[in-house]
Nanobody
Framework: QVQLVESGGGVVQTGGSLRLSCTASGFSSTVSTLAWYRQAPGNECDLVSSITRNGATYYADSMKGRFTISRQANAKNTVYLQMNSLKPEDTGMYYC???????????????WGQGTQVTVSS
């Protein structure tokens, strides 16, 4: 049974850091792409970052230079999102997805975790 489990969310002040983790289990091999999405209050669910099996990365413009995505070297179905210099607009529910659905969340496609809440206070 495929399962994606996220962790690491919490409440942090502006300028703080959090590290999100997601482990994708139940796959027979290393998944091609792992992605992080964010559902902010009142907004669309958007792609934050993604990483391929070969380590190619993507970041949304507002995250570049602040967020770093990586895959665990000896367990490549585990992905991390290091979030630094957090801003109140980074607040939202962060979802891990395999393989991802482009710029917007399509929760009926692929595999999704239950999400982990990130709240950045001003």
């Amino acid at each position: 049974q495929v399962q994606l489990v996220e962790s690491g969310g919490g409440v942090v002040q502006t300028g703080g850091s959090l590290r999100l983790s997601c482990t994708a289990s139940g796959f027979s091999s290393t998944v091609s792409t792992l992605a992080w999405y964010r559902q902010a209050p009142g907004n669309e669910c958007d792609l934050v970052s993604s990483i391929t099996r070969n380590g190619a990365t993507y970041y949304a413009d507002s995250m570049k230079g602040r967020f770093t995505i990586s895959r665990q070297a000896n367990a490549k179905n585990t992905v991390y999102l290091q979030m630094n210099s957090l801003k109140p607009e980074d607040t939202g529910m962060y979802y891990c997805a395999v393989p991802g659905t482009g710029a917007r969340c399509v929760r009926s496609v692929g595999y999704w975790g239950q999400g982990t809440q990130v709240t950045v206070s001003s």
